[in-house]
Nanobody, 119 residues
């Protein structure tokens, strides 16, 4: 059973940086791609960014482009989201997701980690 576990969420002031982690198990799972999503209270889930394991390519939502960086430590089976210059509107529950089949629905989800940005 594949499991994803996020960590690193916190309450920070606007302009701060934060790094989220997502640990995958079992470590032998080979994912085609991994992603970060977020959901703010009362809003729909929003895709944030994706990384493709084989190519290393990354794609970002316009709302966070230039401020967030997704990376993956394939040896540790850990996904990261480095967030800089955080804004109040970045406050949300952040989820990591993974899939083993290219371009299909995201098969695996974590439980989320809360990020709160205060002004």
């Amino acid at each position: 059973q594949v499991q994803l576990a996020e960590s690193g969420g916190d309450s920070v002031e606007a302009g701060s940086s934060l790094r989220l982690s997502c640990a995958a198990s079992p470590s032998t799972t080979n994912f085609h791609s991994m992603a970060w999503f977020r959901r703010a209270p009362g809003q729909e889930r929003e895709w944030v960014c994706t990384t493709y394991s084989t190519s290393g390519n990354t794609v970002y939502a316009d709302s966070i482009k230039g401020r967030f960086t997704i990376s993956q430590d394939t040896a540790k089976k850990t996904l990261y989201l480095q967030m800089a210059n955080l804004k109040v509107e970045d406050s949300a529950m952040y989820y990591c997701a993974a899939r083993t089949v290219p371009y299909q629905a995201w098969s695996y989800w974590g439980q989320g980690t809360q990020v709160t940005v205060t002004s």
